[in-house]
């Protein structure tokens, strides 16, 4: 599976953004997909996590309330909605593939290329 986010760009504090994570070679529909993001100077974190048939998700205390995931196994792409953004929430942002929603939260097996989000306080 490759992975491709894009959506990323720079907007201010309080502003959203909708990532999108659109994969290629494989369906995904048997995955279950989650977020990670990087910020400059520390460890990749998880963000967010969505089981293959789209009914349970999980979210880093950090951005509960704040981001939803979604995605659209016809269109093999996966979402990250985020609202409210705040500083801390500058990084590189990528998706990643599991075979359940715990092993995704810990890391997947396919990474893509991530898209950088950037706040402006």
């Known amino acids: 599976v490759q992975l491709q986010a894009s959506g990323g760009g720079l907007v201010q504090a309080g502003g959203s953004l909708r990532l999108s994570c659109a994969a290629s070679g494989r369906t995904i529909s048997s995955y279950s997909m989650a977020w990670f993001r990087q910020a400059p100077g520390k460890e990749r974190e998880f963000v967010a996590a969505?089981?293959?048939?789209?009914?349970?998700?999980q979210y880093a205390d950090s951005v509960k309330g704040r981001f939803t995931i979604s995605r659209d196994n016809v269109q093999n792409t996966v979402y990250l909605q985020m609202n409210n953004l705040k500083s801390e929430d500058t990084a590189v942002y990528y998706c990643?593939?599991?075979?359940?929603?715990?092993?995704?939260?810990?890391?997947?097996?396919?990474w893509g290329e991530g898209t950088l989000v950037t706040v402006s306080s």
């Open positions: 990643t593939t599991g075979l359940t929603l715990s092993a995704v939260r810990l890391g997947g097996e396919h």
């Open positions: 969505i089981s293959f048939t789209g009914v349970t998700t």
